[in-house]
Structure formats: C-alpha cells, structure tokens
C-alpha cells in the first residue's frame, strides 16, 4: 500500500540553525500539508498547499517557516533560524483528488532544537 | 474561543468490552468530523470520517456518531482487543470554504487489558 515517508527520522540542530524537513508524499495526491506536534500536546496545522502554492496557513507558520515542492516528488518545509520552542514531531500529510479526501500521514520527523 | 474537548484521563477497559470515548466541542460548526488513531512515535492513521447530516457511521468494530446539536462525537470500539490500545483522535473541519483543515484535540489515551 503507498505511503508517506519522511526524512530524516529524527534531526538535532542548534538553535538558529537552518533545517529542512522532507517529505515524500502519495505519487498521485495533490494536496500537501505539514502539521507540528509538540511532546504531549495535540497535532498542530501549519500549512496546505496546492497546485505549487500555499493554500492555508495557521499563525503558526511565521517567516521562518517555507514549504516547497521542488521536483514532482518531494515536498519540504524548511525553519531559516530554529528556536527551541520548535523542538516538535513535525508530521507530512497528503490527499488526494479533494482537499476533504482522507489525509495520509507519514510517521514523521522528530526535530530537537538544543 | 473554539474547543475540542476529550477526555484527558486514560481509559482502561478489560478486553472483549466495548470501549466509548467522547469528543465535545465548541464554537465550531464543522462540517466533517473525523476519528484517528495514533501510536506513539507515530502519525495519526485515519480511521472513520463521519459528515454533519450523517448520525452515524460503522467500520468493523467501529462506530462513530455525531450529534451536531450536543456539539458531540462518540466513538465506539466494540470487542476491544489489547492491539486496539492507542490514542484517539477527534479532529474538526476548521476550513473557511478554502482547503479542508482539520483542527484536532489532543486525544484520549485507551487501554485494553488482556
């Protein structure tokens, strides 16, 4: 059965640095998103996009936060300068042909910001 | 404000019973409401997706209902297995007529005793 996956499983970076996070998403889902979950506390949405463009975004999803797709196969979200409070499971989800089909997820990356 | 509310406590039921856990919410008026499942370490799995004219909805041993002037969910497992040992997940259609953003709560812990 297709999935999402994510890489890498798990990322450590200092504060400020610049990190990516990248997705894999179903071969033929249109719509993408990323979503956060802090240690303990509920899964968070941060940004759908669609057709090569952002389509929501939460007030979560700052300047520092970007998502691209640079090729036909991966889907990315970058943080420019990482702070500690963004120490999260950031999870990749992705549909299909309507933006209310079922989400799939991947199994995430688990970013610590020392 | 808006809130998901579900029981923050663990629910523990001996195998074979039925397990029930609740999802309330407030200030929504959403128009899916949708049940997942999560491992630890793990992405939310999509389990039922229930609509807002619907009442209710089976899958196997599961089965949601939706009472949109209660502003509840529940969501059933009957026959309850020690594998069915997870969090769940409601989680509300937060969109605004843009891409379907769903707005979850942080969960109830289930446990099943063999």
């Known amino acids: 059965e297709p999935e999402v996956t994510q890489t890498p499983s798990h990322q450590v970076t200092q504060m400020g640095q610049e990190v990516i996070l990248r997705c894999v998403p179903i071969?033929?889902?249109?719509?993408f998103y990323w979503y956060r979950q802090i240690l303990g506390q509920k899964v968070e949405f941060l940004v759908s996009?669609?057709?090569?463009?952002?389509?929501?975004k939460s007030e979560i999803f700052d300047d520092q936060f970007s998502v691209e797709r640079p090729d036909g196969s991966n889907f990315t979200l970058k943080i420019r300068s990482t702070k500690l409070e963004d120490s999260a499971m950031y999870f990749c989800?992705?549909?299909?042909?309507?933006?209310?089909?079922?989400?799939?997820f991947g199994p995430g990356t688990r970013l610590t910001v020392l | 404000s808006q809130k998901i509310e579900q029981n923050s406590e663990a629910l523990n039921i001996q195998e074979g019973k039925t397990a029930t856990l609740t999802c309330n919410y407030t200030?929504?008026?959403?128009?899916?409401l949708q049940w997942y499942r999560q491992d630890p370490g793990r992405g939310p799995v999509f389990l039922l997706l229930?609509?807002?004219?619907?009442k209710e909805k089976r899958k196997e041993r599961l089965k949601v209902t939706f009472d949109t002037t209660l502003k509840q969910s529940l969501f059933h497992i009957t026959a309850s297995q020690p594998a069915d040992s997870a969090t769940y997940l409601c989680a509300l259609d937060n969109s605004s007529g843009g891409s379907y953003i769903p707005t979850f709560g942080r969960g109830t812990s289930l446990i099943v005793h063999p």
């Open positions: 996009f669609y057709n090569n463009e952002i389509s929501e």
């Open positions: 200030n929504y008026s959403p128009a899916y």
């Open positions: 989800a992705s549909n299909g042909d309507s933006s209310t089909d079922t989400q799939y």
């Open positions: 071969s033929n889902h249109l719509y």
């Open positions: 229930i609509r807002e004219n619907e």
